[in-house]
């Protein structure tokens, strides 16, 4: 029988604030796809690296909920927390999709992390809940898993965006993605196209626009996208850190910004 482990961190704050102060947030991570090492736990109950790292960014801010089990992402359980991060690929299963795009219709919060935009790619609207759809990695080779490449920061007064600077480089696994439309989001971060093999013959945009980051808004409710995050060297750095946990506090509206 499958183990289904819930896993519940009650982060406390150090300061004044008491866990039920503090905003609710569900943790969703699904390793589904044999690529999601940094989300794939070493043992049932031991914690993978993004939860670990999550876990730690979260604490004295956000009361988290860390789970693999996908029937917790229900109408009747998100009631019960103001967000949702999902970092998960291909199908998670257990998942009541729709339940939790009416969730964030009706004013919900929704952090997307890497590989969810590679998940439920035959449900349309989820697609659209997001902004985009992964279509595939032109520049990953068995020999670099890993490109390092110039981040172009679009939006330099966002709340996950404005301590980045002008632009600055990283090695992550890189996406390239479909269905994207500007006009209908926030673009935060984008890749220098200098900075990229544009001949290589995987190369799909036409347009030579690769966003990386995003928000907008579903409904009622905000939404938020990077799809930096598959390596722990990642996790560990302090920009991207920042640029997670201030693209949640911006889904909750604890931030300023459009």
Do not use: C
Not at 171 to 189: E, G, M, P, T
Not at 191 to 204: E, F, G, M, Y
């Amino acid at each position: 029988m499958r183990r289904l482990v819930l896993l519940i961190i009650a982060l406390m704050s150090s300061g004044d604030l008491q866990g039920a102060d503090l905003p609710k947030v569900l943790f969703f991570a699904n390793p589904m796809s044999s690529d999601n090492d940094v989300i794939r736990r070493p043992r049932p109950e031991v914690l993978s690296v993004a939860e670990r790292h999550f876990a730690e960014l979260s604490r004295g801010a956000f009361d988290v909920t860390i789970t693999q089990d996908g029937s917790q992402v229900t109408p009747e359980n998100l009631a019960h927390y103001r967000a949702v991060v999902f970092f998960t690929a291909i199908n998670p299963p257990g998942v009541d999709v729709d339940g939790l795009i009416q969730w964030v219709e009706k004013g919900g919060a929704f952090v997307g992390i890497h590989s969810t935009a590679n998940t439920y790619q035959g449900h349309p609207a989820f697609g659209a809940m997001l902004g985009a759809r992964f279509d595939r990695r032109p520049w990953r080779t068995p020999q670099h898993p890993q490109t390092r490449v110039r981040v172009r920061v679009e939006d330099r007064t966002h709340p996950a965006t404005r301590h980045l600077g002008e632009s600055f480089e990283i090695a992550d696994d890189i996406y390239q993605f479909k269905n994207f439309d500007r006009s209908k989001v926030q673009l935060l971060l984008s890749l220098d196209p200098t900075s990229l093999d544009l001949a290589n013959p995987k190369v799909n945009r036409q347009d030579r626009h690769f966003p990386v980051s995003w928000a907008k808004t579903h409904g009622r409710g905000r939404v938020f996208y990077t799809a930096l995050g598959d390596w722990e060297e990642t996790w560990k750095d302090p920009r991207y850190r920042t640029h997670l946990i201030q693209g949640l506090r911006w889904t909750l509206g604890l931030e300023d910004g459009k």
